[in-house]
């Protein structure tokens, strides 16, 4: 387990700040707004108050709590961050329904819906596959990913709500819309060095994004690649990849 917190600069106006907690290396999230000292933090999990520890000492307030998805180890420190906090719950609505948990007054979103944190905003992207109602929350020219991608990896669709075919959908529309630079911050640390990579990089190993077909896509997610690979992720060629599936 490596406490250890990180900063990645988003721009002049914002900062990230990541911390690995828990025994599934989890990443948990500060988004801090400078102008405001307010931050949203992003699922909260495990060790959670080593993180409220950090803006407690910093004065940051935190008003929002930002879910990419309800899977236990993202969320079981929310309960202690809501005694901590008093801040709002944002969460995509088929989350919501997945879920079925009893949430005192959530902010429900749909893909493309914006928060508002301090003076920065917050993009909501509906990225399903790996639960129904799975988000990403892009602040800048980064993109919080949660379970949906991780360093040269993807999230797994055989739990309760994947789909493995909605994570193709998901993943190909990300190639499409995320320019090369976005820096990614995944949900957990599978990564060999950096626990982040830029969307250039992860275009050209991610084996997860090497197929153009669904059917192809679909075999590698759930019949060969956990037979072949194991974390930390190394980056995977798109020739070695389709070589995998023959």
């Known amino acids: 387990m490596n406490r250890s917190l990180k900063m990645q600069q988003s721009h002049n106006n914002v900062s990230i700040h990541s911390m690995e907690l828990g025994p599934m290396e989890n990443f948990i999230y500060l988004i801090h707004d400078h102008a405001s000292n307010t931050a949203a933090i992003v699922d909260p999990a495990w060790e959670v108050d080593e993180m409220l520890d950090f803006a407690d000492a910093r004065d940051i307030k935190i008003t929002d709590i930002l879910l990419t998805h309800s899977h236990h180890d993202h969320i079981n420190g929310l309960q202690q961050t809501l005694e901590h906090s008093d801040a709002r719950i944002h969460l995509l609505k088929p989350e919501a329904k997945f879920w079925g948990a009893s949430l005192s007054k959530p902010v429900l979103h749909h893909g493309a819906d914006q928060i508002k944190l301090g ?6 992207l ?7 109602g799975s988000a990403c929350y892009q602040v800048g020219n980064d993109l919080i990913a949660g379970d949906t991608l991780f360093v040269f990896g993807c999230g797994r669709c055989d739990l309760a709500g994947g ?7 998901t993943l190909k529309k990300l190639k499409t819309d995320l320019p090369a630079s976005t820096i990614i911050h995944p949900g957990h640390n599978y990564a060999p060095q950096s626990p982040t990579s830029n ?7 991610n084996p997860f994004l090497h197929f153009d077909e669904a059917e192809d896509f679909v075999r590698y997610r759930m019949h060969v690649h956990d037979k072949i690979r194991e974390t930390p992720y190394d980056a995977v060629s798109k020739e070695d990849a389709h070589k995998s599936i023959k």
Do not use: A, K, R, Y
Not at 119 to 124: A, E, M, T
Not at 199 to 204: D, N, S, V
């Open 163 to 169: 789909d493995p075919e909605e994570m193709f959908q």
């Open 119 to 124: 003076d920065s905003l917050i993009n909501v």
């Open 199 to 205: 969307w250039e990089t992860q275009c050209q190993g």
């Open 126 to 132: 509906h990225t399903p596959g790996h639960t129904p």
